[in-house]
T-cell receptor, first 116, second 116 residues
Framework: KAGVTQTPRYLIKTRGQQVTLSCSPI?????VSWYQQTPGQGLQFLFE???????NKGNFPGRFSGRQFSNSRSEMNVSTLELGDSALYLC???????????????FGQGTRLTVV | KQEVTQIPAALSVPEGENLVLNCSFT??????LQWFRQDPGKGLTSLLL?????REQTSGRLNASLDKSSGRSTLYIAASQPGDSATYLC???????????????FGQGTILTVHP
C-alpha cells in the first residue's frame, strides 16, 4: 500500500512569491492535516481537511490556505512568502472518521521550502 | 490548551544500553498518543500508537506505556543500536469537542544518539 506522497520535495522561492505544495494521502484515507516544522517552534498544526472541508485550523495568518479535492488529495498554498516561512512542511494522512478517532496518523517525507 | 513536554531534550548513550524517553501532557482528554521517529531532514515514521483505553504497546525492541490520568507516557528502547539515533517525538490527539478533530499536538522531541 503506497504511503503519503508529498511533492515537490524541495523548493526555493523569493520573498513575495507564492507557493503551492501537494499531498496525496494513503488510499482510503479522507483526512489530510498539514504541519510546519521549524527548529525554533517545532511542529505546529496548520489545518486539517476531511471530505473536502476544512475541519480544523491552527494559528497561522491568512496567507496560509489549503484545499482538498474529491480524491482526498490536498494542496497547501502560501502567498506573499516571508523569510520566516522557510520550513519543512509535512502532511499527515488518517482515516479521519469521527467515530474512529483512535486511528494512526501517517506522515509524508515533507517539502523543504526555502525563502530567500 | 494542550501542552506536550518531552524529557530529556537530548540523550547520548553507548550501544547496548536500555533507555527511557519521557512524554507528559497537560490535558488527559485524548483519543490516543503516538510516538514517532524522525531522521534528519526527513518525515515522521510512526513507531507506536496507544489508544486512550490502553496501558501499553510493544513493537520489537520498543515498548510504550500510557498513564492517561497522570498525563504521562514513556518509550522504552531495549538494547539500543547506532541505527536508533534519531529524534523521537510524541504527539497526542485531543478528544475535546468539534474544533480539535485531526489535530496532533507534538512535544519538542528527544534527540537520541547511540554511539558504538
Amino acid at each position: 500500500k503506497a504511503g503519503v506522497t508529498q511533492t515537490p520535495r524541495y523548493l526555493i522561492k523569493t520573498r513575495g512569491q507564492q507557493v503551492t505544495l501537494s499531498c496525496s494521502p494513503i488510499s482510503g484515507h479522507r483526512s489530510v492535516s498539514w504541519y510546519q516544522q521549524t527548529p525554533g517552534q517545532g511542529l505546529q498544526f496548520l489545518f486539517e481537511y476531511f471530505s473536502e472541508t476544512q475541519r480544523n485550523k491552527g494559528n497561522f495568518p491568512g496567507r496560509f490556505s489549503g484545499r482538498q479535492f474529491s480524491n482526498s488529495r490536498s494542496e497547501m498554498n502560501v502567498s506573499t512568502l516571508e523569510l520566516g516561512d522557510s520550513a519543512l512542511y509535512l502532511c499527515a494522512s488518517s482515516s479521519g472518521q469521527t467515530t474512529s478517532m483512535n486511528t494512526e496518523a501517517f506522515f509524508g517525507q515533507g517539502t523543504r521550502l526555502t525563502v530567500v | 490548551k494542550q501542552e506536550v513536554t518531552q524529557i530529556p531534550a537530548a540523550l547520548s548513550v553507548p550501544e547496548g544500553e536500555n533507555l527511557v524517553l519521557n512524554c507528559s501532557f497537560t490535558d488527559s482528554a485524548i483519543y490516543n498518543l503516538q510516538w514517532f521517529r524522525q531522521d534528519p531532514g526527513k518525515g515522521l515514521t510512526s513507531l507506536l500508537l496507544i489508544q486512550s483505553s490502553q496501558r501499553e504497546q510493544t513493537s520489537g525492541r520498543l515498548n510504550a506505556s500510557l498513564d492517561k490520568s497522570s498525563g504521562r507516557s514513556t518509550l522504552y528502547i531495549a538494547a539500543s543500536q547506532p541505527g536508533d539515533s534519531a529524534t523521537y517525538l510524541c504527539a497526542v490527539r485531543q478528544r475535546a469537542g468539534g474544533t480539535s478533530y485531526g489535530k496532533l499536538t507534538f512535544g519538542q522531541g528527544t534527540i537520541l544518539t547511540v554511539h558504538p
